[in-house]
T-cell receptor, first 112, second 114 residues
Framework: QKEVEQNSGPLSVPEGAIASLNCTYSDRGSQSFFWYRQYSGKSPELIMSIYSNGDKEDGRFTAQLNKASQYVSLLIRDSQPSDSATYLCAVTDGDSNYQLIWGAGTKLIIKP | EPEVTQTPSHQVTQMGQEVILRCVPISNHLYFYWYRQILGQKVEFLVSFYNNEISEKSEIFDDQFSVERPDGSNFTLKIRSTKLEDSAMYFC????????????FGPGTRLLVL
């Protein structure tokens, strides 16, 4: 059974601080990695995608990938109350590369 | 910016009735997906569709469910004889043709079975 593990939270972070979200995955064949943000009652919205080891930065967001450790993380700098949401980690299935394996999500709360 | 659309946004139905959920994927996308999310739970994969046929389906996607692409734009999920436990948000997603490309989600249909 292929799994993506995330701490369910909630993770509480003060406004302006760095929020760090983590994800581990079991499928060594996974090639593509995604972070989605989901507000309550809404659909998942892509935040970041990352395909190779290292860091990828986009504005306040940085995704980090370590394939050897099967670990993906998302850093949110200068956290804002509007960042409060559930963050979903998804990785491609190594057998198909067209299917995603989803984590259950980490609930992030940014406290003003 | 192109987006995935879904109709209706909300659907209330009686147990045992059939429902059809509709999706219009992004126009040049080739892969289409249906997901389900029961309130407070994780996103669950139902089915993927490519080249006018199902490419993969999960254990949830049993004979009660079917998908169809009746024309060049719509992608539908039919649930026959709905059960109480089918109450959930149903999301449609689409992606382009390359491996590892991003899946883009529609806004979802909230289905309530009474």
């Amino acid at each position: 059974q292929k799994e993506v593990e995330q701490n369910s939270g909630p993770l509480s972070v003060p406004e302006g601080a760095i929020a760090s979200l983590n994800c581990t995955y079991s499928d060594r064949g996974s090639q593509s990695f995604f972070w989605y943000r989901q507000y309550s009652g809404k659909s998942p919205e892509l935040i970041m995608s990352i395909y190779s080891n290292g860091d990828k930065e986009d504005g306040r967001f940085t995704a980090q990938l370590n394939k050897a450790s099967q670990y993906v993380s998302l850093l949110i700098r200068d956290s804002q109350p509007s960042d409060s949401a559930t963050y979903l980690c998804a990785v491609t299935d190594g057998d198909s590369n067209y299917q995603l394996i989803w984590g259950a999500g980490t609930k992030l709360i940014i406290k003003p | 910016e192109p987006e995935v659309t879904q109709t209706p946004s909300h659907q209330v139905t009686q147990m045992g009735q059939e429902v059809i959920l509709r999706c219009v994927p992004i126009s040049n996308h080739l892969y289409f997906y249906w997901y389900r999310q029961i309130l407070g739970q994780k996103v669950e994969f139902l089915v993927s569709f490519y080249n006018n046929e199902i490419s993969e389906k999960s254990e949830i996607f049993d004979d009660q469910f079917s998908v169809e692409r009746p024309d060049g734009s719509n992608f539908t999920l039919k649930i026959r004889s709905t059960k109480l436990e089918d109450s959930a948000m149903y999301f449609c997603a689409s992606r382009g043709g390359g491996a590892g490309e991003t899946q883009y989600f529609g806004p979802g249909t909230r289905l309530l079975v009474l």
